[in-house]
């Protein structure tokens, strides 16, 4: 089993920065093969695809944070991070961190508890 926690959400003004991390924990024995992605939901919206990363940092992109947002992994320290610049109100959102993976020879999927991104002058 694979435990996910968001940190690094916060309030920020319009153009300002904010990087998010992802830290992955649990009986992980293929953490470096695993797609990671984060997601985001608005209130009252549904909960949309941001970024992706796959296991040789092949990485995808939401149209809406192109340019602005990178995603990264650090496998030694099985976290995912989102550098978020050039921020804009439209961002806020609850932020949350997506892996799968093949353990035990199924396709299992997980999802972190999300943290709060708020983005207002």
């Known amino acids: 089993q694979v435990q996910l926690v968001e940190s690094g959400g916060g309030l920020v003004q319009p153009g300002e920065s904010l990087r998010l991390s992802c830290a992955a924990s649990?009986?992980?024995?293929?953490?470096?093969?695993?797609?990671l992605a984060w997601y985001r939901q608005a209130p009252g919206k549904e909960r949309d695809f941001v970024a992706i990363i796959n296991s040789i940092s092949t990485t995808n992109y939401a149209d809406s944070v192109k340019g602005r947002f990178t995603i990264h992994r650090d496998n030694a320290k099985k976290s995912l991070y989102l550098q978020m610049n050039s921020l804009k109100p439209e961002d806020t959102a609850v932020y949350y961190c997506?892996?799968?993976?093949?353990?035990?020879?199924?396709?299992?999927?997980?999802w972190g508890q999300g943290t709060q991104v708020t983005v207002s002058s």
């Open positions: 649990g009986s992980i024995s293929n953490f470096n093969n695993m797609a």
């Open positions: 997506y892996a799968h993976g093949i353990f035990g020879g199924t396709m299992r999927q997980f």
